[in-house]
C-alpha cells in the first residue's frame, strides 16, 4: 500500500491484514495501552466538505500512535479558494506532512491530489465516489458482530437501504463485499437513488447475489445486517431537490426491526443520522437496542484507521513492543446505554 484511495487499490489479503493489525490496535483504541511508535510524525488533515466525526476519528487515530496533526477544513481558509492547483497543494503539504487525510467534494480529486506526491494519501471521501476507510470499519464490525453471534461472513444476507446512488459509503462497501463472496445483497433505494448499476453489474460478476426492491415492505426475516444511509440532500441537482419528500416507506425503525427482520439482525449506519423527524432517518426510536451498532460502528473507526496508518508508515509489527499502560482515569463504557467499551 502506498496510498488508500479506493477498495479497488486493495486485494483480499491487504484487508485480511488490516483487520489483523486492527486488533492488534484495540488496547490502544480503548485507552488500556499507550504506544508513541508514530512520535515525531505529522498528519495533515485536509477537509474540503464539512465533517465531524471522520476528521476526528482520523485525528484520534493518528494521535493515538504518537502522531500529531495539522487540522485545515473548509475551502474558505483554504488556498484553494485563491485558485490554487490541487498539485501544488499536494506539493507544499508532502513537504510539511508524513501521511496526508483529505476529503473533498468532487469525486476523483484525492487521486489527482496523491498523483502529486510520494506521501501516503488516505481519501475520507470524494463527493459521492468512495470512503475506503469507511467501508473497512464497517466491514470490521461486521466480523466482530457476527463472531459475537457465532456466524460467518459466508453466505450472508445484507440489506443496504436508503440514499444508495451519493452515499459514497455504500458504494465502497458493496466491493469490499464482494471480496467475500457468495453473499447475498438486497438494495432498496427512493425512486432516483438507486446504487449506480455498473456497481451492481460489477459485483454480481464477482459472486455476489443482488436483488433490487422497490420498498421496505415484505419480509426481512432472514438478514443478517441492517445498512441504511442518510439521504445526501446536499449532491441533489435543483430539479432534484423540487418536490422531493422520503416517506416513512423508507424509514428503519423499531417497528421494521421487530416485524420484518430477526432477533440477531444488526442496524448500522455510517452517520451522521438526521434525528429530525421529517428527514425520515434511521430512527431514533432504537436508541439503546442492542440491536443498534451505530456507536459502536463508530468506536470501531479508532483501531481501523490506526491500522490504515501504521500499515501505510510501515510500524505496525513494531506497536506490540512499544505499550505501556494508560495513567489516567478510563471509565469501563463510553455512553450510558454501551456495551462495555
Known sequence: MSHLLSIDSLSRDDIDHLMRVATRM????QRRKITRVLEGAVLGN???EASTRTRVS????????GGSVCDTTGFTFSSMAKGESLYDTSRVMSGYCDAIVMRHPDQG??????AATHVPVINAGDGPGEHPSQALLDFYTIDKEFTQQGKTLRDAHVLMTGDLKYGRTVHSLIKLLARYAPMRITLVAPPGLEMPHHLIERVSRQGLTVEVRESLAGDF???DVVYTTRIQKERFTAEMSEGFNLSRDFTVDRAFLDSRCNASTIVMHPLPRDSRPEANDLDVDLNGDP??????????GIPVRMAIF???LK???RVEQDLRDVPWYVPPTVGVDDTRF
Open 291 to 300: 440491536r443498534l451498532a451505530i456507536f459502536r460502528q463508530t468506536d470501531n
Open 109 to 114: 480529486s484525492v487521486a489527482e491530489f496523491a
Open 26 to 29: 484495540e488496547p490502544i483504541a
Open 315 to 317: 510500524v505496525e509489527d
Open 46 to 48: 485536509l477537509f474540503f
Open 310 to 312: 501504521a500499515t501505510l
Open 58 to 65: 482520523f485525528h484520534a487515530a493518528f494521535s493515538r500512535l
Open 221 to 223: 426475516s432472514d438478514v
